[in-house]
T-cell receptor
Framework: GAGVSQSPSNKVTEKGKDVELRCDPI?????LYWYRQSLGQGLEFLIY????????KSGLPSDRFSAERTGGSVSTLTIQRTQQEDSAVYLC?????????????FGDGTRLSIL | DQQVKQNSPSLSVQEGRISILNCDYT??????FLWYKKYPAEGPTFLIS?????DKNEDGRFTVFLNKSAKHLSLHIVPSQPGDSAVYFC?????????????FGKGTHLIIQP
């Protein structure tokens, strides 16, 4: 079956522009996660959804970041007024439910470069 | 403050020998640990996990050991194969953590030499 799909795979944009990243989870997976990996760093957890609900948004780096999920499926991560420090690989993962012990299945990420 | 630490950025091992990747953590609330493998330009792939109620979990060539008193875990790969060359991430989480997001280390780049 299809895995987690992310688009675009690469995005180059100018500082100050808004960007929207998309994640299509594995069919039937109710839990969806966003992470980012900056150069030379581990993955940093940003936010998760159980269904369409995001119980905790405290992991988002600033109020320029927002995420939504509709229909319990596709999610978008939006970064407004991008800054150079937003350059990173943004990874999405999904799991059948949001529960400790459920391995998360990752997409290949969106490589975001802010000029 | 890094809660999950992988102190070896890289490790080189001869094909057929044992690879041992180490991971330390500081948050005593962590009770579930996972290892992921990542190839360039791909997302991480789940390898193996262990709950804090165990001290060992084995799956084929992969074994994870957990030492709770030392807050240390390790991943053993034996025998090592060329396809094992990748970056390995240690990750941790805890029951009732709310967000249920994983806390990752920075990774260890494993290189299997022919």
């Amino acid at each position: 079956g299809a895995g987690v799909s992310q688009s675009p795979s690469n995005k180059v944009t100018e500082k100050g522009k808004d960007v929207e990243l998309r994640c299509d989870p594995i069919s039937g997976h109710t839990a969806l996660y966003w992470y980012r990996q900056s150069l030379g760093q581990g993955l940093e957890f940003l936010i998760y959804f159980q269904g369409n609900s995001a119980p905790d948004k405290s992991g988002l780096p600033s109020d320029r970041f927002s995420a939504e999920r509709t229909g319990g499926s596709v999610s978008t991560l939006t970064i407004q007024r991008t800054q150079q420090e937003d350059s990173a690989v943004y990874l999405c993962a999904s799991s059948p439910i949001a529960r400790t012990g459920q391995p998360q299945h990752f997409g290949d990420g969106t490589r975001l470069s802010i000029l | 403050d890094q809660q999950v630490k992988q102190n070896s950025p890289s490790l080189s091992v001869q094909e057929g020998r044992i690879s041992i990747l180490n991971c330390d953590y500081t948050n005593s609330m962590f009770d579930y640990f996972l290892w992921y493998k990542k190839y360039p330009a791909e997302g991480p792939t789940f390898l193996i996990s262990i709950s804090s109620i165990k001290d060992k979990n084995e799956d084929g060539r992969f074994t994870v050991f957990l030492n709770k008193s030392a807050k240390h875990l390790s991943l053993h790969i034996v025998p090592s194969q060329p396809g094992d060359s990748a970056v390995y991430f240690c990750a941790a989480t805890y029951s009732g953590g709310g967000a249920d997001g994983l806390t990752f280390g920075k990774g260890t780049h494993l290189i299997i030499q022919p």
